[in-house]
């Protein structure tokens, strides 16, 4: 029973788990052992081997209060920076093999002091405060990446993010005042920008409105041109309608009077042919005869027949006898 214990207390004392996201390594005798475990549950040999569980999946390490100088000797501290990475599952074995555990001390914690130094010892406190800043996290995240990288680390740097260093007291209300006054010319320079933006708006509806009014006054000169035209030519038309209507009446009227001419000179001629039938050589005789026999008057005379005589008419050149 005492045995049976014991081989239970062993197996209990070397169960371990390995949790998900992570590997398990293993030390025999404090010799790193070429393998390593997946998660779930695992034994090993108690007391003479030891296990720990290394992490491949994102985790964020946390740099804290990291100080350093500027080129113009302004000591300054960057209190937190934050740095994603992941390492990778085939890299893991051989990276705990050189550098241990802990190897993000040394790629993460020891390069991010590093290249903050670097960076602030070659750069102006106006460039690291203020005209680098937006790029210190790429710039970190660069070289962080190519240390990794040339050591064979597998390694990913994925983000980093930088909070604004602390500085002086003194420097940082200079800053805050440069700031103020920078906002305050921003703002009178977007003043400026929006009044110029309103004047343009304004000129630019001047100027729509001028060739708007432009074209209804061209739309305008262009029906009244077209009325005038329309005007004239119905005038135009009216006129030759006049001077057609004239030409008709004309011709009405000079047929007219040419039916009125014919028809005198029809009547001339009717009369002319009737006084022509009434004033007939027996009809003048005849009315001679009945004037002479109807006067009273007796005339005496030796000439007295030749009187009478011109007055008979003759019929084919003979004079006709009155009696």
């Given at each position: 029973?005492?045995?049976?214990?014991?081989?239970?207390?062993?197996?209990?004392?070397?169960?371990?788990?390995?949790?998900?996201?992570?590997?398990?390594?293993?030390?025999?005798?404090?010799?790193?052992?070429?393998?390593?475990?997946?998660?779930?549950?695992?034994?090993?040999?108690?007391?003479?081997?030891?296990?720990?569980?290394?992490?491949?999946?994102?985790?964020?390490?946390?740099?804290?209060?990291?100080?350093?100088?500027?080129?113009?000797?302004?000591?300054?501290?960057?209190?937190?920076?934050?740095?994603?990475?992941?390492?990778?599952?085939?890299?893991?074995?051989?990276?705990?093999?050189?550098?241990?555990?802990?190897?993000?001390?040394?790629?993460?914690?020891?390069?991010?002091?590093?290249?903050?130094?670097?960076?602030?010892?070659?750069?102006?406190?106006?460039?690291?405060?203020?005209?680098?800043?937006?790029?210190?996290?790429?710039?970190?995240?660069?070289?962080?990446?190519?240390?990794?990288?040339?050591?064979?680390?597998?390694?990913?740097?994925?983000?980093?993010?930088?909070?604004?260093?602390?500085?002086?007291?003194?420097?940082?209300?200079?800053?805050?005042?440069?700031?103020?006054?920078?906002t305050q010319l921003l703002v009178r320079q977007q003043q400026e920008?929006?009044?110029?933006?309103?004047?343009?708006?304004?000129?630019?509806?001047?100027?729509?409105?001028?060739?708007?009014?432009?074209?209804?006054?061209?739309?305008?000169?262009?029906?009244?041109?077209?009325?005038?035209?329309i005007n004239t030519e119905k005038e135009i038309l009216e006129k030759?309608?006049?001077?057609?209507?004239?030409?008709?009446?004309?011709?009405?009227?000079?047929?007219?009077?040419?039916?009125?001419?014919?028809?005198?000179?029809?009547?001339?001629?009717?009369?002319?042919?009737?006084?022509?039938?009434?004033?007939?050589?027996?009809?003048?005789?005849?009315?001679?005869?009945?004037?002479?026999?109807?006067?009273?008057?007796?005339?005496?005379?030796?000439?007295?027949?030749?009187?009478?005589?011109?007055?008979?008419?003759?019929?084919?050149?003979?004079?006709q006898s009155l009696f």
């Amino acid at each position: 029973g005492v045995g049976l214990g014991a081989v239970l207390f062993v197996i209990l004392l070397g169960t371990h788990q390995v949790e998900e996201g992570h590997i398990g390594i293993y030390w025999l005798g404090g010799a790193l052992l070429d393998s390593y475990t997946e998660p779930g549950i695992h034994w090993m040999i108690p007391f003479i081997t030891r296990t720990a569980e290394v992490q491949i999946t994102l985790q964020t390490d946390t740099v804290t209060n990291i100080p350093c100088g500027t080129s113009g000797g302004t000591t300054i501290y960057f209190d937190k920076i934050e740095v994603v990475n992941i390492l990778d599952k085939q890299h893991a074995h051989n990276t705990i093999k050189l550098f241990g555990v802990n190897y993000d001390r040394t790629w993460v914690f020891d390069r991010i002091h590093h290249e903050i130094n670097q960076f602030c010892s070659s750069h102006t406190l106006q460039e690291v405060y203020i005209d680098l800043f937006e790029k210190l996290d790429e710039a970190l995240a660069k070289a962080l990446q190519g240390s990794c990288d040339k050591h064979g680390t597998g390694i990913t740097i994925l983000a980093i993010r930088v909070t604004k260093p602390r500085i002086p007291e003194t420097v940082r209300k200079n800053y805050e005042a440069i700031e103020t006054a920078k906002t305050q010319l921003l703002v009178r320079q977007q003043q400026e920008k929006v009044a110029k933006k309103e004047e343009d708006i304004i000129r630019v509806r001047a100027t729509v409105q001028a060739e708007k009014e432009a074209e209804v006054a061209r739309i305008n000169a262009e029906k009244q041109a077209k009325i005038s035209k329309i005007n004239t030519e119905k005038e135009i038309l009216e006129k030759e309608a006049e001077k057609q209507k004239k030409l008709i009446d004309d011709e009405i009227a000079l047929h007219q009077k040419n039916m009125r001419s014919d028809a005198e000179y029809y009547q001339i001629r009717k009369t002319a042919q009737a006084n022509k039938d009434l004033y007939s050589e027996q009809y003048l005789r005849y009315t001679l005869y009945t004037s002479l026999q109807n006067n009273p008057k007796i005339f005496f005379g030796e000439n007295i027949p030749d009187i009478f005589m011109k007055l008979i008419p003759t019929v084919n050149g003979t004079e006709q006898s009155l009696f």
